[in-house]
């Protein structure tokens, strides 16, 4: 894995592509990657089971990929719900430009990748996946996740894998406390070393 430098807006070290095939939606992809990135070489364990227990993303409306990397868990929503738009989002430049790069080279117009700050405040979304960036510190993560959950549709789902040597009980408890009670927070699957959790907004408020 490469260090914490794939956190950066421009990583260090030259932007050289280089091939990388990989299995999305049940088929082999031919795509691009490189250095600086988070899990240049394929596709991390965390995503590999987010991708594998998580049920099928709505298939309208806006989607959310949450630190996308090269693109693996946008490029799957995408090309699992062909007509949902697709948003993916990253602080690291290589990480927006490969991942756009991807898309167009399956031939995914429902991709746009960006930085957190490009995308519009008053877009909601109705499916969001992460396998968020747990290494950038806790306070950093709750910041993260205060941006974008409350941007739930009504009735949306946000599926999130983390490690559990990484704190995925802890932050399951965070969620549940950090959130208001239109939220419900609660673990999905174990598998290996890792835990999805859910949060779900409610289609109405409570009365």
Not at 81 to 100: F, G, H, K, M, W
Not at 127 to 151: F, Y
Not at 153 to 160: K, N
Request: glycine fraction near 6%; aromatic fraction near 6%; proline fraction near 8%.
């Amino acid at each position: 894995m490469e260090s914490a430098h794939y956190f950066s807006a421009t990583p260090a070290g030259p932007f050289t592509r280089k091939p990388l095939t990989v299995e999305l939606a049940g088929e082999m992809r031919k795509l691009q990657t490189s250095s600086g990135i988070f899990s240049p070489d394929g596709i991390d364990k965390g995503t590999a089971i987010l991708l594998a227990e998580v049920p099928a993303p709505a298939p309208q409306g806006n989607l959310l990929d949450i630190g996308c990397g090269w693109g693996p868990i946008a490029l799957t929503m995408a090309l699992r719900a062909p007509s949902a738009q697709v948003y993916a989002v990253d602080v690291n430049e290589r990480c927006i430009t490969l991942t756009n790069e991807n898309a167009a080279a399956l031939g995914l117009t429902n991709v746009k990748a960006s930085t957190p700050e490009a995308v519009d405040p008053d877009i909601r979304f109705d499916t969001i996946w992460s396998n968020p960036p747990i290494r950038i510190g806790k306070d950093e993560l709750h910041s993260l996740l205060k941006l974008w959950l409350p941007r739930l549709a009504p009735g949306g789902t946000a599926w999130l894998v983390v490690q559990k040597n990484l704190g995925s009980d802890s932050l399951q408890r965070w969620l549940a406390a950090e959130l208001d009670e239109s939220f419900a927070v609660s673990r999905e699957a174990t598998s290996k070393s890792f835990r999805i959790l859910k949060v779900r907004k409610a289609s109405r408020l409570p009365q």
